[in-house]
Nanobody
Framework: QVQLAESGGGLVQAGGSLNFSCVAS????????MAWYRQAQGKQREFVAQITRAGNTNYADSVKGRFTISRDNSRNTVYLQMNSLKPEDTAVYYC?????????????WGQGTQVTVSS
């Protein structure tokens, strides 16, 4: 069984920085794209950033230039560096990975971690 375990996040003042990591474990043949999503209270979950296995990245317009996604394939880990944080970045952040195990490929999600940006 595959699991994604997130760490990082917390409380920060506007303009500050935070970083996350998310480690995939279990029976893994290959990790394809990895991504971060977020869900603010009362809103739908939204895309934040994605990175392919080859390292190509894609960002939501709202975070472009402030957030950086990266990964370490040897450690099955994806990272999110968040700079110049704004109160509107407050949300629960989730990592997501497209993972191939023996016989199938599926999307997996982390448990979510809270980020609160105070003004």
């Amino acid at each position: 069984q595959v699991q994604l375990a997130e760490s990082g996040g917390g409380l920060v003042q506007a303009g500050g920085s935070l970083n996350f990591s998310c480690v995939a474990s279990g029976i893994i043949v290959r990790i394809n794209a990895m991504a971060w999503y977020r869900q603010a209270q009362g809103k739908q979950r939204e895309f934040v950033a994605q990175i392919t296995r080859a390292g190509n990245t894609n960002y939501a317009d709202s975070v472009k230039g402030r957030f950086t996604i990266s990964r370490d394939n040897s450690r099955n880990t994806v990272y999110l560096q968040m700079n110049s944080l704004k109160p509107e970045d407050t949300a629960v952040y989730y990592c997501q990975a497209s993972i191939t195990t023996y016989g199938s490929s599926s999307d997996y999600w982390g448990q979510g971690t809270q980020v609160t940006v105070s003004s």
